[in-house]
């Protein structure tokens, strides 16, 4: 990675967490930062430990155990026991030892499969382990929202807004998250870096700077993403100037976008839609949408079904590793930088990173969707003044050397590194955003789901999808007030 690259590195992204909660206030108690180099940025060199994490009390852990359970599918992010060469990983490792180190105890990790192939399981783990007594439950836990939180109305969970040691307006809580997920001052689940998922699993716009100069676009897309100026029309505009050719001539074969399900997905989002309200008081209805709504869906219905410049992945035969040389833009999530070949190096072909583009150039900010929507949560047997010291500290030590080492990682197995697409890294992290509305039941958290696959398939006209679902959907929604009260 060149000099520039590893300077702004050093420079931006340890305040990620700070761009992903969208805010700019300090908290009072903001550690102050220091030189030595026991465990990064802002630690102590003789003992390895942080200045915050010396102002804050010390719990005492039956067994000197901390037990968290985690999902399987991002337990790389927590469960790591010795040191690595990956970086990421033994960012994380450090950070364990941190905190074991700090406070005295061992980080004891449970993995389960955290899809809904394994919610039932998951939330049944936390209910029997919660009903079995303080020695059983686990300190922490880090889940989906919409099997997790339901278990609010068995009085399983903590309200993690009535006591506890968080430092809620510091910079490793994502801010706009936790203020969404807060209903008249109880929040049952927070968010801060810790919960890595909520910075991998958002959706961006990645598009080939090979194929956007062969051909012959001129704009430059990040100043339109500055000026605000990049709109769904924008994109619209130059997938549909795409005519794709024949496959015997792949060669010559151009795509405008590939269409995921969560590019539809991603798109109603990033829109600006809600299908729920509040009112000022804070009280949830259901979205009384009419013509602009009607609008979104013939948008996104047009753009995936009218065109052949967007295309499915099983229209394409390409090599994987080939596609970012033939297709103009693949809207996808962040961790694919890590784990896609599709956003690897190549000598074919360079990338860029875009956020998800505006409805038009009257919304006023840029929003997307997070596909693994997770959070943290403490059971009600446990102490939440105890657990809430070891959650301040690892989203606290997250910010501080996971993150850093997650984008460095992330930018060395690109085609590319640019200032430029660091300033719209932290641009989409800023964007972060989920509702209360999702967090508690799965009928409200597809809806957005349901909506992008009827503009996928088609369908006759969002009226008539809405007609179908708003009831069943306030019901659903009914059951979430009830159980915040």
């Not at 109305?153 to 998250?177: C, P, R």
């Not at 598009?207 to 924008?234: I, P």
């Not at 309200?277 to 009419?290: F, H, I, K, P, T």
Request: net charge negative; with cysteine; charged share 20%.
């Amino acid at each position: 990675m060149n000099k520039r690259i590893a300077f702004l590195l050093a420079a931006v992204l340890l305040v990620m967490a700070v761009l992903a909660c969208g805010c700019t206030k300090k908290p009072a108690s903001a550690p102050a930062e220091t030189t030595g180099t026991g465990g990064g940025t802002g630690t102590d060199a003789e003992s390895g430990t942080t200045d915050y994490l010396k102002s804050l009390p010390t719990p005492t852990f039956r067994d000197g155990e901390v037990r968290i359970l985690v999902t399987s599918q991002l337990k790389d992010f927590y469960e790591q026991y010795n040191e690595s060469s990956n970086i990421v990983d033994n960012a994380c490792y450090r950070r364990n030892a941190i905190i074991e180190d700090r406070f005295g105890c061992e980080l004891k990790y449970t993995d389960m499969d955290g899809n809904a192939s394994g919610s039932a399981a998951f939330s049944q783990e936390i209910r029997t382990t919660s009903l079995g007594g303080e020695s059983d439950a686990y300190d922490i836990i880090v889940g989906q929202n919409y099997y997790c939180l339901p278990l609010v109305s068995e009085n399983l969970l903590h309200n993690l807004k009535s006591g506890g040691n968080f430092n809620w307006d510091a910079d490793w809580y994502h801010q706009n998250i936790n203020s969404a997920g807060e209903i008249h001052g109880k929040l049952y689940g927070g968010s801060g870096s810790f919960v890595v998922s909520q910075l991998a699993y958002e959706m961006a716009c990645f598009y080939s700077k090979t194929v956007y100069a062969k051909y012959g676009f001129t704009e430059n897309l990040y100043d339109l993403v500055r000026d605000k100026e990049w709109t769904y029309e924008k994109l619209y505009e130059m997938v549909t100037s795409f005519t794709s050719t024949s496959d015997d001539d792949q060669s010559s074969a151009a795509y405008g976008m590939i269409k995921f399900d969560h590019a539809a997905i991603g798109l109603t989002l990033s829109f600006g839609v809600d299908f729920v309200q509040r009112d000022a008081v804070g009280n949830l209805s259901m979205n009384a949408y009419g013509s602009g709504m009607e609008d979104v869906f013939e948008k996104i219905r047009s753009l995936m079904n009218d065109y052949s410049g967007v295309v499915s992945t099983s229209q394409l035969t390409y090599a994987r590793g080939n596609i970012m040389a033939h297709v103009l833009f693949v809207q996808t999530y962040v961790h694919g930088l890590l784990e896609d070949e599709l956003l690897q190096k190549s000598d074919s072909f360079t990338i860029g990173i875009l956020p998800m583009p505006l409805l038009n150039r009257d919304q006023e900010n840029y929003r997307t969707r997070i596909m693994r929507d997770e959070l943290f949560y403490v059971p009600q047997c446990k102490s939440l003044e105890n657990s809430s010291v070891i959650i301040e500290a690892m989203n606290y030590e997250t910010m501080q050397l996971v993150n850093p080492a997650y984008w460095d990682r992330a930018l060395e197995k690109r085609s590319s590194d640019t200032e430029d697409d660091m300033e719209m890294l932290q641009l989409i992290a800023r964007t972060v955003y989920s509702g209360t509305e999702q967090y508690f039941r799965e009928d409200l958290l597809n809806v957005n789901q349901q909506f992008a696959l009827e503009a996928l398939n088609n369908s006759a006209s969002f009226s008539s999808w809405w007609g179908k679902n708003r009831k069943p959907l306030e019901r659903q929604l009914s059951n979430v007030v009830a159980i915040y009260g």
